[in-house]
């Protein structure tokens, strides 16, 4: 069955879009796919996660993170499945996925204005072939700009669309057509203030 999660963003003090406050008792009953954009910097909000996460659905959380120490850290405060940067040193997607199964390689579509063909062929598709026989085997595929998710979805090959179980969040904030169909689809990851507006 396919799930999906509500999407939101750590915003300090809330949780964003909304904002939603940590305490709206609307997050009790949905499960989360919570984004801490550290962009390499900074530390976890460990203390307030550890709080917080008890008192929500299930999380799924994606940090920024590439040490595979963070995603311990992450799944002892309650986070039911956890994202690494899929270009993390090997060695950390490797202890990470050693220590557990609920680790996902956390795939970033750039939105800087560069080719997304260039990057899915010369970047995301190389690296995922040498992660094929060491690394998790669920794929977090994200991205923050309209279309981009489905024109990279085109252009992976079939033997990888195999290989992986894809979680998918589209820029969109909704499900979107895939035109290569979504089979190997087990998660979408769609705008969290949506989801919980249509739950009143």
């Known amino acids: 069955m396919v799930q999906t999660l509500?999407?939101?963003?750590?915003g300090g003090t809330r949780?964003?879009?909304?904002?939603?406050?940590?305490?709206?008792?609307?997050l009790e009953n949905v499960s989360m796919h919570l984004e801490i954009r550290r962009d390499g910097r900074g530390g976890l909000p460990l203390?307030?996660?550890?709080?917080?996460?008890?008192?929500?659905g299930e999380v799924q959380v994606d940090a920024d993170v590439s040490l595979?120490?963070?995603l311990v850290d992450l799944l002892m405060l309650g986070s039911v499945r956890v994202a690494i940067d899929a270009w993390a040193?090997?060695?950390?997607?490797?202890?990470?996925?050693?220590?557990?199964?609920?680790?996902?390689?956390?795939?970033?579509?750039?939105?800087?204005?560069g080719s997304v063909?260039?990057?899915?062929?010369?970047?995301?598709?190389p690296r995922l072939r040498e992660l094929m026989?060491?690394?998790?085997?669920?794929?977090?595929?994200?991205?923050?700009?309209?279309?981009?998710?489905?024109?990279?979805?085109?252009m992976l090959p079939d033997d990888l669309l195999q290989r992986f179980r894809w979680w998918l969040a589209p820029a969109e904030g909704r499900q979107v057509q895939l035109?290569?169909?979504?089979?190997?689809?087990?998660?979408?990851?769609?705008?969290?203030?949506r989801m919980l507006e249509e739950r009143r």
């Open 6 to 10: 509500a999407r939101f963003v750590w």
């Open 15 to 26: 949780l964003l879009p909304g904002p939603v406050g940590f305490d709206d008792p609307r």
């Open 47 to 56: 203390d307030e996660l550890r709080l917080l996460i008890p008192s929500w």
């Open 68 to 70: 595979h120490k963070d």
């Open 89 to 113: 040193p090997d060695t950390e997607i490797e202890l990470g996925h050693a220590l557990s199964e609920q680790i996902l390689l956390r795939a970033l579509i750039p939105s800087d204005g």
């Open 117 to 125: 063909r260039g990057w899915t062929a010369d970047s995301l598709i």
């Open 133 to 154: 026989s060491t690394g998790p085997s669920a794929v977090l595929l994200v991205s923050r700009r309209r279309g981009d998710l489905d024109r990279v979805w085109r």
């Open 179 to 193: 035109m290569r169909g979504d089979r190997r689809v087990i998660g979408w990851v769609l705008d969290g203030a």
